[in-house]
């Protein structure tokens, strides 16, 4: 079997999942669709103020008081809204992404070793704890905010992968986020991008992880 990187890999036993946008459904425009009429406003206001790059800042493990502060202070008319990321976060969850949780508890059935590597602040991921049973069934979960370093960072993989013993050559990483499968593949997992959960039970099953399952509706394979 060829890894993305083109080394051969064994035939994999264990599984480690991204979180956000593969199993659980979070997207900031849940929560600010409420608080913009304007969906180029809202746009703007994601892409300029409250972005991917200052909310990354919390997944690496700084506060949110201190990220809520300095922003405000960058744009006070914007306070409130810059406010709400925090105190309505919550909102922000969509739900467990029911295809890709199916896939999971496949997996699980089967005996495959799983585990969480997720982008995601310390302060929040108590929230999803308890909202998602499902995270319970990992043998292991490595929150980035509790690491004090993110994704694509090689260090992060490197800690599950030592915390956990697992052997990447026997791994299998799922994750939406092209940079990051980019950096799992590298220390030699098999790197999936994931897009929806039809392709990635395809591929899943391509690397024997599952079985063609006569109860998956027509058309998923």
């Known amino acids: 079997m060829q890894a993305t990187n083109g080394a051969t890999i064994t035939t994999p036993d264990t599984v480690i999942f991204d979180l956000g946008g593969v199993l659980i459904d979070w997207n900031p425009r849940h929560l600010y669709r409420q608080l913009f009429d304007d969906e180029n406003a809202m746009e703007r206001f994601l892409h300029e103020v409250c972005n991917q790059h200052w909310n990354e800042q919390q997944d690496a493990g700084r506060p949110w008081r201190e990220a809520i502060a300095q922003l405000s202070a960058q744009f006070p008319q914007h306070a409130a809204l810059i406010e709400a990321y925090r105190a309505r976060w919550v ?85 939406d986020a092209p940079r990051n499968v980019e950096a799992a593949a590298r220390l030699g997992m098999h790197a999936l991008w994931f ?14 992880l599952l079985g063609l399952n006569e109860d998956v509706p027509e058309g998923v394979l």
């Open 91 to 175: 909102e922000m969850l969509g739900g467990p992404m029911h295809d890709s949780v199916a896939i999971f508890d496949e997996l699980r059935a089967r005996g495959v070793r799983l585990y969480a590597l997720t982008n995601w602040s310390q302060e929040t991921f108590p929230v999803a704890w308890e909202l998602y049973p499902f995270l319970h069934a990992f043998e292991g979960i490595v929150v980035s905010g509790q690491e004090g370093m993110a994704k694509p960072d090689p260090a992060i993989f490197q800690r599950l992968l030592t915390r956990y013993r697992v052997d990447a050559t026997r791994t299998v990483y799922i994750d």
């Open 195 to 208: 897009r929806d959960a039809t392709s990635l039970r395809r591929e899943l099953v391509g690397l024997g």
